[in-house]
T-cell receptor, first 113, second 113 residues
Framework: GAGVSQSPSNKVTEKGKDVELRCDPISGHTALYWYRQSLGQGLEFLIY????????KSGLPSDRFSAERTGGSVSTLTIQRTQQEDSAVYLC???????????FGNGTRLTVT | AQKVTQAQTEISVVEKEDVTLDCVYETRDTTYYLFWYKQPPSGELVFLIR??????QNEISGRYSWNFQKSTSSFNFTITASQVVDSAVYFC??????????FGKGNQVVVIP
């Protein structure tokens, strides 16, 4: 596709369940980022991929959060044993080089009940 | 530590008026990039402008213009002759590290027809 695709667009899950969020970036975007957007915290960096490697995972809030990227393309963000404070919009973005403008997806709105 | 402050939370203007968004940043880096992104109701962040710390020349691009002043650590953004389609949240961001972005809290711009 022409843009960054994220799925699902909305996810409602019960506390304690695991969720997987998917990001399909623009072809050729070697850098991939996950950000989280919530009312209280604004936009927070979670993790950065260069190719399939994640040189910067420092933004992941706890060990319940993990992410992987395969084929230098699709990435999944997994949240285990979800908590209510995990409710937020999870945004994926891709870019082609250092300090290049990022192309964001529409996000996945996660609600933990 | 990097920090971006957007003091105004919501700004309402009547269509065709100009609107200026203030952004103040903090960084110890000598080389950095500053960005403005727009987030319409659809959710995806859209890149608008980028400026590096070495270039303080202010520019105009269509109805957008920006005023970068390193001496006051400010990177203000102006929309001239606002239109209803400009209604969105606007984020100022500062890059650091692996192209990580530190975002401000955003300015909600409401253009009244």
């Amino acid at each position: 596709g022409a843009g960054v695709s994220q799925s699902p667009s909305n996810k409602v899950t019960e506390k304690g369940k695991d969720v997987e969020l998917r990001c399909d970036p623009i072809s050729g975007h070697t850098a991939l980022y996950w950000y989280r957007q919530s009312l209280g915290q604004g936009l927070e960096f979670l993790i950065y991929f260069q190719g399939n490697s994640a040189p910067d995972k420092s933004g992941l809030p706890s060990d319940r959060f993990s992410a992987e990227r395969t084929g230098g393309s699709v990435s999944t963000l997994t949240i285990q044993r979800t908590q209510q404070e995990d409710s937020a919009v999870y945004l994926c973005a891709g870019g082609v080089g250092l300090n290049s403008p990022l192309h964001f997806g529409n996000g996945t709105r996660l609600t933990v009940t | 530590a990097q920090k971006v402050t957007q003091a105004q939370t919501e700004i309402s203007v009547v269509e065709k008026e100009d609107v200026t968004l203030d952004c103040v940043y903090e960084t110890r880096d000598t080389t950095y990039y500053l960005f403005w992104y727009k987030q319409p109701p659809s959710g995806e962040l859209v890149f608008l402008i980028r400026r590096n710390s070495f270039d303080e020349q202010n520019e105009i691009s269509g109805r957008y213009s920006w005023n970068f002043q390193k001496s006051t650590s400010s990177f203000n953004f102006t929309i001239t002759a606002s239109q209803v389609v400009d209604s969105a949240v606007y984020f100022c961001a500062l890059s650091y590290g692996n192209n990580r972005l530190a975002f401000g809290k955003g300015n909600q711009v409401v253009v009244i027809p």
